[in-house]
């Protein structure tokens, strides 16, 4: 069976990822501070983790909350996102996979706004989808499972590709045939195969050709 759809995360993957993750964390923390709570507390380190894990706690007051934390952490990627760049032969990579008949899905646990802005050159993929689209991003299958239902494909015939253990974790939860990690983000190659990475490869421009070197692509 060849594979028919490619879910592929945006940042750090496909395009470089500038984004200020500590200045988030900083911005969800003070906002959260004005209603009594400690984001360092609740033992997660992400930050759409700690806004949803802050709503949890505030009941009645969480969408006031959520609204707030929300638009300012947007606000930093949709800034960050005007800097971001195409990695290197990403493009290609992509049109070569739609060449040889692959289904192309993005995923980013970043809001739309800012996956459009930095996605505004790339053209040829099928579906997008952002935090802003699914009930739980990634890495909770949910997300890699919804891409796909939208491509009309099965897990078993697609790969994963990420630069994040939240990457692999959530394709191989999904069920995906093959998860493959890159090297273009900040994780180690052990990292990412302990998360469920089946091979690390130096990045997404490689893609194609790993996949068609072990008879995964149609010819």
């Given at each position: 069976m060849s594979i028919r759809a490619a879910v592929l995360d945006v940042d750090g993957t496909v395009a470089t990822c500038p984004y200020d993750f500590d200045a988030m964390r900083a911005a969800v923390a003070e906002?959260?501070?004005r209603w009594k709570l400690d984001t360092r507390s609740f033992g997660v380190p992400g930050v759409i983790e700690q806004i949803g894990r802050a709503a949890q706690l505030l009941a009645r007051e969480a969408p006031a909350f959520?609204?707030?934390a929300e638009a300012a952490v947007a606000d930093i990627e949709i800034a960050a996102a005007r800097n971001a760049t195409l990695l290197p032969g990403a493009a290609e990579a992509?049109?070569?996979l739609k060449g040889s008949g692959v289904m192309l899905g993005l995923i980013t646990r970043n809001c739309r706004a800012?996956?459009?802005?930095v996605l505004q050159a790339v053209e040829g993929y099928d579906v997008l989808l952002t935090r802003d689209d699914v009930p739980a991003a990634k890495p909770d299958p949910d997300h890699v499972l919804r891409t796909l239902a939208e491509l009309r494909r099965s897990p078993r015939e697609a790969v994963v590709a990420g630069d994040h253990d939240y990457?692999?974790?959530s394709g191989r939860a999904a069920g995906v045939?093959?998860?493959v990690g890159v090297r273009t983000g900040s994780r180690s190659d052990e990292l990412l195969r302990e998360a469920g990475a089946d091979a690390v490869i130096n990045c997404v421009a490689e893609l194609p050709g790993w996949l068609r070197a072990r008879g995964e692509l149609q010819q």
């Open positions: 906002i959260a501070a959520r609204a707030e992509l049109a070569e800012a996956a459009e802005i990457d692999m974790q045939r093959i998860c």
